[in-house]
Each structure stands twice: as structure tokens, then as C-alpha cells.
């Protein structure tokens, strides 16, 4: 069992930046692919970032490439979400979540998520 609690989300005009947390609970973090999704008003959950479990490998939606950095410290029980030059498209509701899977993409795949931290870009 996994417990997620993300934090860090707020406010920010375009072309700004936030840095979203999240801290798992339970001693098998390590062992998980963790992933970033977000959902918009209207809209469908989707898919931002994910990180595998040693680190080494990391996926972008490709409209987060070269924008958002996803990484993690497995010490910390801790996975991060660096988000540069933000979009007011970029507001919604991002989710951290967590899967045994060893990559993975959709929504479905994922077995644990936190309740959620607000992004809200203004233009």
C-alpha cells in the first residue's frame, strides 16, 4: 500500500514556474514507477510525466517536453514536478501517482493516487 500526498501547487502568471512534491508513504517507494497526471475542468485526466523506479528512465506528454522535469529521491520518499514557463493551458488539478508497472502512461495502469494540489496559470 502506497499513500501519496501532493503539495506545492498555487498561483502563478505565464511564464512562470512551480515545483510540485509529492511524498509517499510506505517502505517499497523505490520499487514503484511514479507518474504526474492532470485534469482540467471539462476534461479527461491526463498524462504529464512519469519517472521510473531507479530514476532512469523518464517520459514527457509531448507538450510538457522541454517545459516540466519529473525526478525523484527514493531517500526521501519524494517525487518532484519542476514546471517552467507555464501556460494558463497548464491550469488544472495535478494528481501523483504510483504503479508496480515498469513504465507507464495511462491512467488505468496506475494503482495509487494522491488526492490532488491546484495549478492555476494566469495569463
Known amino acids: 500500500q502506497v499513500q501519496l500526498v501532493e503539495s506545492g501547487g498555487g498561483l502563478v502568471q505565464a511564464g512562470g514556474s512551480l515545483r510540485l512534491s509529492c511524498a509517499a508513504s510506505?517502505?517499497?517507494?523505490?520499487?514503484?514507477?511514479m507518474g504526474w497526471f492532470r485534469q482540467a475542468p471539462g476534461k479527461e485526466r491526463e498524462f504529464v510525466a512519469a519517472?521510473?523506479?531507479?530514476?532512469?528512465?523518464?517520459y514527457y506528454a509531448d507538450s510538457m517536453k522541454g517545459r516540466f522535469t519529473i525526478s525523484r529521491d527514493n531517500a526521501k520518499n519524494t517525487v518532484y514536478l519542476q514546471m517552467n514557463s507555464l501556460k494558463p493551458e497548464d491550469t488544472a488539478v495535478y494528481y501523483c501517482?504510483?504503479?508496480?508497472?515498469?513504465?507507464?502512461?495511462?491512467?488505468?495502469?496506475?494503482?495509487?493516487w494522491g488526492q490532488g494540489t491546484q495549478v492555476t496559470v494566469s495569463s
Open positions: 510506505g517502505r517499497t517507494f523505490s520499487s514503484y514507477t
Open positions: 519517472i521510473s523506479w531507479s530514476a532512469g528512465i523518464t
Open positions: 501517482a504510483a504503479t508496480r508497472r515498469y513504465s507507464s502512461t495511462r491512467v488505468y495502469e496506475y494503482d495509487y
